[in-house]
């Protein structure tokens, strides 16, 4: 017994004798083995994964709330919660029959109504709810298992939406619960998903906890991401908020914690030399880097200024910057959908791709509009990736001879100032850096940066028809090679037109100690057949 | 007595109340939305417009602010924008790693510093009391963050003697709470250490050269007796001001410590909020820091009275 | 009692504390400059230690230095060498030359909201302690504002505004000002008993005489030390609100930004914090030693103090 051990034995000890055997969790050798303690990527500031579209209430709400269909490493969508189901065959009406036995946290059975509370919720705020929404005849529930949705015209995606990983996802929660308006956080946490959430456990800003949910059925399956079956191993995963990546390193190697979702590149060589530590890729679908311009204002609304932007830019510079020198990490990226997903093209990419030629970007900067006029960069500091981004941005815009205004700020305030639509001097902005998560760029249903309609599209109010009519062309498409075809017009249209500027496409680590198992790639960080030996 | 006890008290309203003020205002006029922050990064602008409606964040300062003070004389300070918690409810779950590093630094300050302070005034001049002061301006000169890192990577990375981060409650035992409380209360601890060693030289010295001490020394009494019942006891008014005012170091440098060794604690949680625009748990969090150092103030001054037999009002 | 240094005693107390007898044999006087830098060695070496950093800060472009923004990102968190004498930070920066201009920053910072805030005290604590109507108002202003912890403030007020060096300044010379301000109306108070302020207002002299006549000399010494000691608390401050994300923009090259990239890599890379925390706490140790001198030699009634 080392002396670490002998610490933690006395602490049990001290735990049972201290409390009395009251509420406080005992830690025994036993307990810790079944405890996972993970470092997540940020903090678990709210908890309605419908309301937010935060990807760390995502990867939460994935233990607590189960999903009707689910997303497998395919990215294909499988029966989740439920049965079977039947679409008629004019395409308008999709009926759902959820597996039996299905209950919530609270022991109450997963009804259908609650079904249809849930999605009439997760309708109001997500992009593809939103159109399944304006094709809704009606949503009932037939029985207590059967739920029927009716369509004023087919929407072939219907699956697609029920089990998409981009948020929001539709999560099933009790009718009560999903009542509430959509755009006020819900604040009862009863889920039919494989863990409770322990809500007196729960400290904002530094910790939450999960136990596991003994009555949860797991489909037979083997799991595959978000499809098959979510058998937990463990009795308890304690989420540990730790900002400072140099403190979750430290503890990593200490043992005080298990699992890191997103370790620094720069850390990483440090914790390979650990031989308690594992080390690997956390997302084989990445992360896209981004800037966007606004369309709105000078100098980005003319074509030519973005143009001569994305000329100059370089994406090796971005990418070092953003993960460093090892080039297994990154690639450039001369398109804007996801690298090693089937409608990936580098169309239209030839401005993005090669030596960059300043002298050429020059020129035509030049031949714009633009008069010298102070471009006004809006750059977050308290997020490393957009930080990094806009270090190299203020350097690529001085070198090209465009008169920067950088505008150091932090996330919340990028929020605020990116959704105004005044003019740069006047409270708005000129360009603001942000990233995507390679799962929501896989097609243009969970792609809400690549829209181009002008007012109601993503910040940057990009207003491009020849983008639009391609988005279209891809709901109509009957198979994969006409999806491909719409696809290859549509990235060649938004780079002609520069909807925003893509930096290249980068893969994130994760790490944990040697005597944790069965953790798996993926865009979410799956806590199933996740086990712990002590 | 007792009517100085009740005018010091009432003092200690109009102080809360222009704080309370200042807080608030500060805050309505700060650019930054949370309402955007909380849509997150997918969100339609006309999300966000439907969130701050229903946060209430449209409506004007007066309202706002009536509403706002109305709330707290109930001792209801909102609901966290980004948790949907109530504040108060989200500041006890922080209190106690937050009191517990207070009250460790505050300890280990004065177990260390007074008698460092004694020691150099009573060698006044010689070369332990030039090392004690050159000691005292380095604690002053290198930022909290430095020390704690160092303090990390020697005992804790290096040697493993303690660990590098994190709390454990009191509930758990002794040691557990004290194992992580050491070093971020050495890193804390350093300026405060420096002033109190400082401030009770100081006091030292002037007392040292009173009378009633020359004759002490002069009655042939040992140097101990001396140093700690007669002189240290009249020394006591300006180094327990010193302590008293001191918290407001101690506060600031919490938020510091509390994110260098990831403490759970208030500190933590009000740069978080700061750096989120979460208005009510500003409010909240400060108002409650601004408040802990009237009272310390407060409950200092009413201890002169019993410290000092000469002061009477 | 005098103020120690990043906070100050009430100045009730500054103003109240006994003229002490004088335990030690006279100081033999020297003359001259170089008399009085032998008699304070603590003020010879904090002021050369500062006129080294200013020299520095001045002469940046002459030192060996590169653009301190210029990046390179083929060439990141590169070790110290020849090339890169204090290494290279996670962008491909030269970390010397980011040093070096970095002190620019700091100097600016701290010698800045020591003057503003010692002006902007001085006003409101001479009105405070001259106008006897509008004192309660200020003072209770003035407590409130001294019961939020300094570093909380200044973080509170960047986050009202954007960040860069002057709201930097701004933002702590707000946090200090109460200080000031009441040590300064300590002195005033004080002031206002002594015989000849009052021989000076019954033979009629006008206020704005008595203050430039009587007051403000008196005020100079005490303000004088204080400020001093402003100055390095406003490059510690600075130091932290960059740490934590608040402060300076980051395109500046300042020691607390520098420190607050390198953060997250002080395992691997220790000498990305190591060089600018070591530049940090020699100047702040410089400012701090030449308080304690001045106030030495400007206050001899406390010269035995602290």
């Known amino acids: 017994m080392d002396r670490r051990t002998f610490l933690k034995t006395t602490a049990g000890a001290g735990a049972i004798v201290a409390t009395g055997g009251l509420a406080t969790p005992a830690i025994s050798q036993n307990a810790a083995a079944k405890t996972l303690r993970f470092v997540p990527q940020a903090n678990l500031a709210n908890f309605d994964p419908i309301w937010t579209t935060q990807y760390v209430v995502r990867n939460a709400s994935v233990l607590v709330w189960d999903t009707l269909y689910g997303f497998d490493e395919d990215l294909t969508p499988q029966r989740q919660m439920v049965e079977s189901e039947e679409n008629s065959s004019d395409g308008l009406t999709w009926t759902f029959r959820l597996r039996p036995g299905l209950k919530f946290h609270d022991g109450a059975p997963v009804l259908a109504k609650d079904v249809t509370a849930s999605l009439a919720r997760w309708c109001v705020r997500d992009s593809m709810g939103q159109m399944i929404k304006a094709l809704q005849q009606e949503l009932t529930a037939v029985d207590d298992r059967t739920v029927k949705w009716v369509l004023k015209k087919p929407f072939p995606k219907m699956l697609l939406a029920l089990g998409k990983n981009s948020t929001p996802m539709a999560f099933i929660m009790p009718e009560r619960i999903a009542k509430t308006d959509p755009f006020k956080q819900i604040d009862e946490y009863i889920g039919s998903g494989p863990m409770k959430f322990v809500r007196g456990d729960w400290v904002p800003g530094a910790k939450a906890a999960f136990e596991k949910f003994a009555d949860y059925i797991s489909r037979q399956e083997k799991a595959s991401w978000l499809a098959g079956g979510k058998n937990m191993l463990v009795d308890r995963i304690e989420w540990v908020i730790m900002p400072d990546p140099a403190t979750a390193s430290a503890a990593l190697q200490n043992g005080e914690v298990d699992w890191w979702e997103n370790p620094i590149t720069d850390l990483v060589p440090l914790l390979r030399k650990n031989r308690n530590i594992s080390v690997d890729i956390a997302d084989p679908l990445g992360n896209i880097g981004a800037f966007r311009m606004n369309h709105l204002h000078p100098p980005f609304n003319d074509v030519k200024v973005r143009r001569a932007v994305l000329m100059a830019l370089d994406q090796e510079e971005y990418m070092r910057a953003l993960v460093g020198d090892d080039t297994a990490l990154w690639k450039t990226l001369p398109g804007y959908f996801t690298p090693g997903t089937p409608l990936y093209t580098e169309e239209g990419g030839e401005i993005l791709k090669g030596k960059r030629d300043l002298a050429a970007a020059k020129r035509l900067l030049a031949e714009s509009s633009y008069k010298g006029e102070p471009v006004t960069c809006v750059v977050a500091q308290d997020q490393p990736i957009t930080k990094a981004q806009g270090d190299v941005t203020a350097e690529l815009l001085k070198r090209l001879g465009m008169n920067v205004d950088f505008v150091a700020t932090d996330w919340g305030t990028v929020g605020q100032r990116r959704a105004l639509k005044s003019p740069p001097g006047q409270g708005g902005w000129g360009m603001f850096h942000t990233w995507h998560a390679g799962a929501d760029c896989v097609n243009p249903a969970v792609y809400i940066a690549i829209r181009a309609t002008g007012d109601g599209a993503w910040f940057g109010w990009p207003n491009v028809p020849a983008v639009e009519t391609e988005v279209d062309a891809w709901f109509a498409a009957k198979n994969l090679d006409e999806e491909k075809a719409a696809i290859k017009r549509l990235n060649k249209a938004a780079l002609d037109s520069v909807v925003y500027a893509p930096t290249g496409f980068f893969l994130g680590y994760q790490a944990w100690r040697k005597n944790v198992n069965g953790i798996v790639k993926g865009p979410i960080p799956f806590p199933w057949d996740v086990s712990k030996t002590a | 007595m007792l009517t100085y006890v009740a005018r010091r008290t009432l003092a200690t309203i109009p102080v809360m109340a222009v704080v309370a003020l200042f807080v608030f205002s500060l805050l309505f006029i700060a650019p930054g939305d949370p309402a955007a922050v909380i849509a997150g990064d997918q969100a339609t602008p006309a999300d966000v417009e439907r969130i701050r409606q229903s946060l209430g964040l449209d409506r004007p300062f007066l309202v706002q602010f009536s509403d706002w003070t109305w709330r707290l004389l109930h001792f209801d300070l909102g609901r966290s924008i980004f948790t949907n918690l109530p504040v108060t409810t989200m500041i006890a779950q922080r209190v106690e790693p937050t009191l517990s590093l207070m009250v460790v630094t505050l300890l280990l300050s004065i177990v260390v510093a007074v008698p460092i302070g004694v020691l150099a005034a009573w060698k006044v001049g010689t070369w332990i009391d030039r090392a004690i002061m050159g000691f005292a301006i380095l604690g002053f000169s290198v930022p909290v963050f430095v020390v704690g890192y160092l303090l990390a990577f020697f005992f804790a990375l290096q040697l493993e003697w303690l660990p590098v981060q994190g709390y454990t409650p009191i509930a758990r035992g002794l040691w557990p709470w004290l194992e992580n409380l050491i070093l971020p209360a050495i890193a804390l601890g350093c300026v405060y250490i420096a002033l109190i060693a400082r401030i009770t030289r100081a006091a030292m010295l002037d007392v040292l050269q009173q009378d009633y001490i020359r004759t002490a020394r002069a009655k042939g009494l040992a140097q101990r007796p001396i140093l700690f019942v007669h002189a240290l006891k009249n020394a006591s008014v300006p180094i327990v001001t010193v302590i008293g005012i001191g918290i407001a170091l101690l506060i600031g440098g919490a938020v510091v410590t509390e994110s260098v060794f990831a403490i759970p604690g208030l500190g933590r949680l009000t740069l978080d909020a700061i750096l989120r625009r979460d208005y009510p748990v500003i409010q909240g969090v400060v108002l409650l820091f601004s408040f802990v150092y009237v009272l310390v103030n407060l409950a200092i001054d009413l201890l002169y009275t019993l410290l000092d037999p000469r002061i009477r009002y | ?306």
């Open chain 3, 1 to 306: 009692m005098s103020p120690p240094p990043a906070i100050a005693l009430p100045a009730e107390s500054v103003a109240a504390a006994p003229t002490l007898p004088d335990l030690w044999p006279p100081v033999k006087p020297l003359r001259g400059f170089t008399g009085f830098l032998r008699r304070h060695p603590t003020v010879t070496i904090g002021a050369a230690l500062l006129i080294v950093m200013v020299l520095i800060a001045v002469l940046a472009p002459y030192l060996g230095t590169v653009d301190p923004t210029t990046l390179n990102t083929s060439r990141r968190t590169r070790e110290p060498s020849a090339l890169y004498w204090f290494g290279t930070d996670m962008l491909g920066r030269d970390i010397y030359s980011r040093v070096v201009y970095g002190a620019r920053v700091s100097l600016t910072v701290g010698f800045s909201v020591a003057i503003l805030a010692s002006i902007a005290g001085l006003a409101i604590g001479l009105v405070s302690g001259m106008v006897r109507w509008a004192d309660g108002f200020i003072m209770r202003v003035m407590d409130g504002l001294m019961s939020i912890p300094p570093i909380l403030l200044a973080i509170a007020l960047m986050a009202l505004t954007r960040g860069s060096v002057g709201n930097v300044v701004m933002a702590i010379t707000i946090a200090e000002i109460p200080r000031v301000a009441r040590l300064v109306r300590g002195v005033v108070l004080s002031l206002r008993e002594q015989p000849y302020v009052d021989a000076a207002v019954a033979a009629g002299t006008r206020m704005p005489m008595i203050i430039l006549r009587h007051i403000l000399p008196n005020t100079l010494a005490p303000m004088t030390v204080q400020a001093t000691y402003i100055c390095a608390s406003a490059m510690i401050v600075e130091a932290i609100l960059s740490f934590i994300g608040a402060g300076v923009p980051p395109t500046v090259a300042s020691w607390g930004n520098i420190m607050a990239e390198g953060r997250a890599l002080w395992q691997v890379k220790p000498f990305i914090v190591f060089f600018p925390a070591v530049f940090l706490s020699i100047t702040v140790l410089a400012v701090n030693l030449l308080g304690d001198g001045m106030r030495d030699a400007l206050d001899p009634r406390l010269a035995k103090g602290l």
